[in-house]
């Protein structure tokens, strides 16, 4: 029998099959964020967004994050973001795998953070595979990055614009490219 939810089941990182019994749950939960991402993307003042947020994440944002709507995320209880946190315009957050998203961290125009996929089996691909992505504080993610599920961005790192992360990135580096290497490291001042 059963004693975890579904979204506690991805959470933890089990793969979920199209045939499971409450997989019907995920598409209720994204047409009801949906229902608070029209409010949000629409609404102009900050602290406002930050409330919808507050809605979305089922947490409390604090007043130094700042997000340019409009934000595209699928679940949102599996987000966690951090104080100073800066979205630019038009990222896609896929989070129920779970996305933690540390204080100081930038993130540009279009990025999209994709913790869930699915098998190559085409007789299994319908199932869902999550596992989290978690940015380290300061790091800064350039316009349309993506940062595919299973990854860690280190502290102070920076992911160049238009790369795509599919493996863990060091502390005080930066990476780019498809998929993305080490360019250089970061000397500190």
Same mark, same amino acid.
């Given at each position: 029998m059963e004693t975890q939810d579904i979204f506690e089941r991805l959470r933890n990182g089990e793969t979920i099959s #199209?045939? $499971?019994a409450k997989a019907y749950k995920m598409r209720e939960a994204s047409f009801a964020t949906k229902k608070i991402l029209v409010q949000m993307n629409n609404? !102009? =003042?900050p602290e406002e967004i930050r409330s919808f947020l507050n809605? @979305? !994440?089922a947490s409390e944002i $604090? =007043? #130094?994050v700042t997000v340019f709507t409009p934000l595209h995320i699928n679940y949102g209880k599996?987000?966690?973001i951090g104080k100073n946190v800066f979205i630019n315009f038009d990222c896609v957050f896929l989070d129920l795998g779970? @996305? !933690?998203i540390e204080d100081n961290v930038q993130i540009a125009p279009k990025v999209s &953070? &994709? !913790? =869930? #996929?699915?098998?190559l089996n085409p007789n299994e691909r319908q199932s869902l595979i999550p596992k989290p992505i978690h940015i380290k504080k300061n790091a800064w993610i350039g316009a349309n990055a993506t940062i595919l599920q299973d990854v860690t961005i280190g502290e102070y790192a920076v992911v160049a614009a238009g790369s795509v992360v599919t493996e863990d990135v060091p502390d005080n580096v930066v990476v780019g490219g498809i998929p993305a290497k080490i360019i250089k490291e970061i000397k500190s001042i």
């Open positions: #199209s045939n $499971d609404a !102009t =003042e809605q @979305i !994440t $604090d =007043e #130094s599996h987000t966690k779970g @996305i !933690t &953070l &994709l !913790t =869930e #996929s699915h098998p």
